[in-house]
T-cell receptor, first 114, second 111 residues
Framework: EADIYQTPRYLVIGTGKKITLECSQT?????MYWYQQDPGMELHLIHY???????EKGDLSSESTVSRIRTEHFPLTLESARPSHTSQYLC?????????????FGQGTRLTVV | QKEVEQNSGPLSVPEGAIASLNCTYS??????FFWYRQYSGKSPELIMF????GDKEDGRFTAQLNKASQYVSLLIRDSQPSDSATYLC???????????FGKGTHLIIQP
């Protein structure tokens, strides 16, 4: 079983609040990712990181930001939550070996903005 | 826009039969192909990955890849009710990092 953890699992928050979704992995993986998934829809890559101090935007434009100060930690922040941010957010990590992009997922954070 | 297409289903298969799941992708630069299983309300878990043309078998699962046709499939032999889930096809982003996912096929194994 992959050692990647997300907190909180569920979050209901009011519009305009600042929130940070936490993601930590203990596998020493260099690469980490954030995906967004609406019910019944595909996962969309919103952010990824090659390693410490590296962050990149994914295919889907997102108002969220990420940081990678430590290898094991890849938090996602929304400065001002809106109802349109309601979704499931999935964090993943993978080894950096070339050709190996197998990703292990955390349990996800289901965010509801009211 | 790089795309991964799957039939959303539901695909209903009797217990013990072979379930066949299909996926096509648009980016010819993609080299790595993955099948994930996702139970309702849970996160995706990796079932199989394949990099080379042909078949790759792992227990009851066989992944098939045809890069010329840009086609990936997953066969599940001796289907069990516990195989009922959504199966996500994922493809690497052709040199960029991360994966592009299809919407998934909802598989139902009928006891």
């Amino acid at each position: 079983e992959a050692d990647i953890y997300q907190t909180p699992r569920y979050l209901v928050i009011g519009t305009g609040k600042k929130i940070t979704l936490e993601c930590s992995q203990t596998m020493g993986h260099d690469k980490m990712y954030w995906y967004q998934q609406d019910p019944g829809m595909e996962l969309h890559l919103i952010h990824y990181s090659y390693g410490v101090n590296s962050t990149e935007k994914g295919d889907l434009s997102s108002e969220s930001t990420v940081s990678r100060i430590r290898t094991e930690h890849f938090p996602l922040t929304l400065e001002s939550a809106r109802p349109s941010h309601t979704s499931q957010y999935l964090c993943a990590s993978s080894e950096s070996a070339e050709g190996d992009t197998e990703a292990f997922f955390g349990q996800g954070t289901r965010l509801t903005v009211v | 826009q790089k795309e991964v297409e799957q039939n959303s289903g539901p695909l209903s298969v009797p217990e013990g039969a072979i379930a066949s799941l299909n996926c096509t992708y648009s980016d010819r630069g993609s080299q790595s192909f993955f099948w994930y299983r996702q139970y309702s309300g849970k996160s995706p878990e990796l079932i199989m990955f394949i990099y080379s043309n042909g078949d790759k078998e792992d227990g009851r699962f066989t992944a098939q890849l045809n890069k010329a046709s840009q086609y990936v499939s997953l066969l599940i032999r001796d289907s069990q009710p516990s195989d009922s889930a959504t199966y996500l096809c994922a493809v690497d982003r052709g040199g960029a990092d991360g994966l592009t996912f299809g919407k998934g096929t909802h598989l139902i194994i009928q006891p």
